[in-house]
């Protein structure tokens, strides 16, 4: 049994000994029976204005009292949360911000504990934004190379916003992102944003857009200083099917330069033809990032602009017919993810995927209440941890990850 756990008007989490952790599964509160102990790297944040709750002693739920807010854990890449934070909203105050939070509680000596699933053991290395040597780095590669933009965007990406795959430019490892300053076509609402909270929010677009030849010199480096991955498409930016031609150059130009690596592309999958043309460019992996798999839902909390889910399945079959690598981008909220109706249809969009694809599994960043009212429904969920059963069991053919890993054409 798991004590519950609030902060005070200052800020200050306290135990509350006299009532037992609760969490909600999307659909209801109930108590916090499943955690693990509050891994590294993770953060604990406080929910301002909403009053938290316990379960008393009879197991009902009850606020636990005024001036004691609801705190929540962001997770560190490679964890994947089980339940989100039981608190009352206060409808007449703003959204949270968006970020991925957890139910939390503390055990019997008081250390903090999780509603959380250990999914990739690996993604924790490939995380390098804490690195000790990251700003010798930064600082290394822009006197080496005064003149490039795109490191000075990189950078700021990497120290203002603290993006994974921008310190991984300089740290030359895993995967590098590149950014194109490609326009948006979605919308969501503003309690959610398409990404996962590892992934970088900045607050404006690149101040500029880099040439073919700008993005292939920083991607040739990166792969053959020991990268592995370059990717283009990372959620914070907009879609870079808009902006094919740049794209499609850029492949073409870093292929002259080496034959190491994968280039990698993160998409919306809005354009199944705009994808055609850069699979026969040499794209060598694609990753298709949604929040759900039914196309009510799909449209409901993307909010597409000038395309439709069809669109969406037609890019994913012109990846298979592209013969390229395939993953689906599952962005996760308990409560939505894990309902019925929704995990049939991505069990069935995920039986698509050639054997060796990926499931990538990431949580969405949201105001987790005001994100289910967007999509309402009367369904049971089934869990995360039934979910991850089913997924695994009815789509073992695919990798259930929490990252892309490098991967080469079939």
């Known amino acids: 049994m798991f004590s519950a756990v609030h902060s005070d008007r200052s800020g200050r989490l306290v135990v509350a000994a006299d009532y037992s952790a609760a969490m909600s599964d999307g659909s209801q509160v109930g108590p916090l029976v499943q955690a693990l102990p509050l891994p590294a790297g993770a953060e604990v944040v406080h929910l301002p204005g909403r009053a938290g709750i316990g379960l008393d002693r009879t197991g009902r739920a009850r606020e636990l009292g005024q001036g004691r ?66 700003a010798a780095r930064i600082t290394a590669t822009q006197r080496d190379h005064p003149s490039s933009r795109l490191f000075r965007q990189l950078a700021r990406c990497a120290k203002d916003y603290r993006c994974r795959a921008a310190a991984n430019a300089f740290l030359g490892r895993h995967d590098c992102a590149v950014p194109v300053a490609a326009p948006r076509n979605e919308r969501p609402p503003e309690v959610l944003v398409l990404h996962d909270d590892a992934d970088a929010s900045p607050t404006e677009t690149a101040a500029f857009r880099p040439t073919p030849e700008e993005i292939a010199d920083a991607a040739s480096r990166h792969l053959e200083g020991g990268g592995t991955v370059v990717a283009f498409g990372r959620a914070c930016e907009g879609e870079p099917l808009l902006a094919v031609r740049v794209v499609e150059r850029a492949i073409a130009a870093i292929r002259e330069r080496t034959p190491v690596g994968t280039i990698h592309l993160e998409t919306n999958g809005s354009s199944p033809a705009a994808l055609r043309r850069l699979c026969d460019a040499g794209l060598d992996s694609v990753a298709v990032r949604l929040v759900s798999a039914r196309a009510e839902t799909y449209e409901a909390i993307h909010r ?96 259930i990850v929490a990252l892309p890993r490098p991967l080469v054409r079939l």
């Open 304 to 399: 597409p602009e000038g395309f439709r889910f069809a669109d969406v399945r037609a890019s994913i079959a012109q990846a298979i017919a592209g013969k390229v690598s395939l993953a689906l981008r599952v962005l996760t909220l308990p409560g939505l993810t894990d309902r019925a109706r929704e995990l049939e249809a991505l069990v069935s969009l995920a039986g698509d995927l050639p054997a060796g694809g990926s499931l990538i599994l990431c949580d969405l960043a949201a105001d987790p209440q005001r994100a289910l009212r967007i999509a309402p429904s009367a369904e049971i969920v089934v869990g995360v941890d039934r979910m991850l059963d089913r997924l695994r069991t009815d789509a073992a053919h695919l990798r």
């Open 69 to 134: 807010f609801g705190v929540a854990a962001i997770l560190p890449t490679g964890f994947l949360r089980a339940s989100v934070p039981a608190y009352i909203d206060d409808l007449g105050a703003p959204p949270l911000r968006p970020r991925a939070y957890a139910a939390v509680g503390a055990d019997s000596s008081g250390q903090l504990v999780v509603s959380a699933v250990a999914l990739d053991a690996e993604a924790g290395v490939i995380d390098g934004r804490s690195a000790p040597e990251l």
